[in-house]
C-alpha cells in the first residue's frame, strides 16, 4: 500500500465518522448548527483566561521579577522589557474579538501605561545605570505610586466579565 491510499484512506475514515456523528447528534435532537454553536461558546471564556494571563505577565512587579539584570546596562534593561510587553500583547491580540471592546480597552490601556512607565523612569536615571538600577527605580515608583496597581484592576475586571459567561 503506497502513502498517497493510506493518506486517501485516513480521509475517508475522518469525514465518515465526522458523518456518523453529526447523524449520531440529529437524531439526538442536536442539530450541527446548536452543536457548532456550543463549541464555540467557550472561546469568550477562553479568551478572557488568556487575557487574565496577559496582566499578569505583563504586570510590573512579575517582569521585573522574571528577567535578571547582570551586566545590562539601564537602557538595555529597558528596552528588553519593552519588547517582552509588546510580545506578549502581539500574541494576545485576536483575543480582542472574543471580549468585550471594555475589557481590551483595558488590557491595551494597562500594556500602554506600564511602557510609558518604563520609559519614564528610563529617562530620570543617568546614562550611566545599570540593569540593577533600573529595576530598583521602577521597584521603587511601585512602592510608592498609588496608581501602580493597575494590572490589579484590569485583572479584577476580566476576572467579573468572565464569571458573567458562566
Not at 493510506?6 to 449520531?24: H, K, N, Q, R
Not at 461558546?41 to 477562553?46: A, E, S, Y
Not at 533600573?134 to 496608581?147: D, R, S, T, W
Request: aromatic share 8%.
Amino acid at each position: 500500500m503506497d502513502i498517497s491510499m493510506l493518506i486517501t484512506v485516513c480521509i475517508s475514515v475522518l469525514i465518515a465518522g465526522m458523518a456518523g456523528y453529526f447523524i449520531y447528534l440529529q437524531r439526538k435532537g442536536v442539530t450541527q448548527e446548536q452543536y457548532l454553536k456550543k463549541e464555540s461558546n467557550g472561546l469568550p471564556l477562553q479568551a478572557y483566561e488568556r487575557l487574565i494571563l496577559l496582566v499578569d505577565r505583563i504586570a510590573l512587579p512579575n517582569i521585573i521579577q522574571r528577567n535578571a539584570s547582570e551586566g545590562l546596562a539601564a537602557y538595555d534593561m529597558q528596552f528588553i522589557l519593552n519588547k517582552i510587553i509588546r510580545d506578549e500583547f502581539d500574541y494576545n491580540i485576536t483575543q480582542q474579538i472574543y471580549v468585550s471592546p471594555e475589557s481590551w480597552k483595558a488590557v491595551k490601556n494597562l500594556k500602554e501605561q506600564n511602557l510609558l512607565v518604563l520609559n519614564q523612569i528610563g529617562q530620570s536615571l543617568p546614562a550611566e545605570a545599570s540593569g540593577l538600577d533600573f529595576k530598583k527605580a521602577v521597584l521603587n515608583y511601585l512602592m510608592h505610586e498609588p496608581k501602580s496597581n493597575l494590572h490589579e484592576l484590569v485583572s479584577e475586571a476580566l476576572s467579573y466579565e468572565a464569571k458573567k459567561l458562566l
